[in-house]
């Protein structure tokens, strides 16, 4: 029995897809509204390599949620540091899907985030 479990999970993982995506290597990235007029980036404190992500999950056919979006993965890295700007971000698509049984798709924003409100 064992080895038919075997057998049927190697198939399983022929059968499924999967990929990332690189989207880009930006320089300065937000989802918010900031002003960097008498502001020194160089001089701020930073939170490095925070990461945010947004997943939609496939059950059998149907998705959990609407799609997964850019916004909401940089939003999430924003708020987990307390920040409005994010710098040296590498944005990212993922994705894998076993037919029929269960799959991810979502986005992935790293960088570092740096707060520029007073407040």
């Not at 499924?16 to 989207?23: F, L, M, P, T």
């Not at 496939?58 to 924003?78: S, Y």
Request: hydrophobic share 40%; with cysteine; net charge neutral.
């Amino acid at each position: 029995m064992c080895l038919w479990n075997c057998l049927l999970l190697t198939f399983c993982l022929l059968l499924s897809e999967g990929c990332v995506v690189r989207h880009g290597h930006f320089t300065v990235a937000s989802t918010k509204v900031f002003r960097l007029s008498n502001f020194e980036l160089d001089k701020a404190s930073r939170a490095k390599r925070v990461e945010g992500r947004d997943v939609m999950h496939i059950v059998c056919l149907f998705p959990t949620k609407g799609n997964a979006t850019i916004e909401e993965a940089m939003d999430r890295a924003l708020d987990q540091a307390n920040g409005d700007i994010m710098t040296d971000v590498v944005i990212e698509s993922w994705g894998f899907y076993i037919p029929y049984i269960y799959g991810q798709q979502g986005w992935s924003v790293r960088g570092d985030v740096v707060k520029t409100r007073k407040n």
